[in-house]
């Protein structure tokens, strides 16, 4: 439970120590005390009541000593709380790391994409937090490592996986509906097998431009895989946005710079939608709740969610 799986567990393990022992203590110590002053204190052993003078001594004790303890426990919980926000090694390996409703992707520097985390054993890892959506929380329990993952905002956290072996990623913010299926797992490797592995691009997990056997199927891997399904659903039920069952062809009424017009949805519709979302808002749903995609998909992977919206008639 307390082994030093990352250069972070220390810490956070001491602290947690700490905190646990000085509540521990305090439980134990203080049902001794309730238990001694309800048989001393006892009516018939104190049949009558005593007018108790002040303690100058005693309150002085019963003050600096709590503080001492609270600033024991500030001192540990701040020394298990810096690392996470010290700077990077220049070493350290970036990763794109991008959280979504609902999963986890992520992109390393020769352009292997994943949705499992693969990183070297012992070798500082740089991941670069980016949400295209809501807040989430990058958390792998067994490294302490936790971070808030924002909209808009550049956060990164830093870390060294110790141990070879898997382990659990979560998403420690509730995000929406299907947040507890926000799961994945981070993979340490020794550094040789890692290298391997990094260099073998020929085994690339398919992410958005999957290999699939016609257009509209590699556009539903791409649905499934950038998290399109968190708020369009394919079966007409009106999510957060609208369905795209029979959405093609068919006419919607938009606002188009605070001007209300009436288009049919074609190719080109569908397009701007995916990369300028608030462009043409459909009417009954919010503006900013989606992400402009530019520059995560391509001219391809664009004609393949297109083509599978066509064919959800
Ligand atoms: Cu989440």
Known sequence: MFSNLSNLSQGVNTAFIVILSVCFFFLIGLTVVLLVFIYKYNEKR?????????NNKLEVLWTVIPVLIVIAMFYFGWAGWKPLYSEAPKNAMPIKTVGRM???????????????????????????????????SFYIPAFRVKMDVIPGKKISIWFIGNS?????IFCAEYCGLQHSGMYTAVRVMPQDK???????TTALAPAAGAVAATP??????????????????????????????????????????GKVRTLTVDEAYIKRSILEPNADLVKGFNANLMQPYKGQLNEKDISNVIEYIKSLR
């Open 46 to 54: 104190h049949p009558v009541a005593e007018q108790i003078e002040g």
């Open 102 to 136: 609902w999963n986890w992707h992520f992109e390393y520097e020769n352009g292997k994409q994943t949705d499992t985390l693969y990183i070297p054993q012992g070798k500082p890892v740089l991941l670069n937090l980016v949400s295209m959506d809501v807040i989430h």
């Open 164 to 168: 070879p072996g898997v382990y659990d």
């Open 194 to 200: 890692f290298s391997k592995w990094y260099i073998d």
């Open 216 to 257: 509209a199927m590699a556009g539903e891997k791409i649905y499934h895989t950038i998290g399109c399904m968190a708020c369009h659903s394919v079966d007409g039920s009106s999510l957060t946005g609208p369905t795209f069952k029979g959405a093609f062809g068919h006419e919607v009424t938009v606002t188009t710079g």
